[in-house]
């Protein structure tokens, strides 16, 4: 399913930030979802994801308590709200749908569809 992000952009440090996922054909409701985020020269890497119901999230250790994954499979898109965001935060984050039988996934191979990635830039 074609995926597209958005949202990203240059905010000071503490600030928040929400990015968006939109997808459009296929059935969204089947597939769980992910963010991931990438820097020049750096593997993609995991940075949260949700089932298909949203009610099953899951995050990696440096974004828990700051970031929250959301779905609404009514309108086809899943959410990235970042606060208290950080310097080390500044990358290009993407989203990415899998429709294995998994509940979620924090690897890349368990994604199918990738978006076009959407940068973030946090300044001190």
């Known amino acids: 399913i074609p995926l597209q992000a958005s949202g990203g952009g240059l905010v000071q440090a503490g600030c928040s930030l929400r990015l968006s996922c939109a997808a459009s054909?296929?059935?969204?409701?089947?597939?769980?979802m992910g963010w991931f985020r990438q820097a020049p020269g750096k593997e993609r890497e995991f940075v949260a994801t949700?089932?298909?119901?949203?009610?099953?999230?899951y995050y990696t250790d440096s974004v828990k308590g700051r970031f929250t994954i959301s779905r609404d499979n009514a309108k086809n898109t899943v959410y990235l709200q970042m606060n208290g965001l950080k310097l080390e935060d500044t990358d290009v984050y993407y989203c990415?749908?899998?429709?294995?039988?998994?509940?979620?996934?924090?690897?890349?191979?368990?994604?199918?569809?990738w978006g076009q990635g959407t940068q973030v830039t946090v300044s001190s």
């Open positions: 949700i089932s298909r119901s949203g009610g099953t999230t």
């Open positions: 990415a749908a899998g429709r294995s039988d998994r509940t979620y996934g924090s690897s890349r191979v368990a994604y199918d569809y």
């Open positions: 054909g296929g059935t969204f409701s089947s597939y769980f």
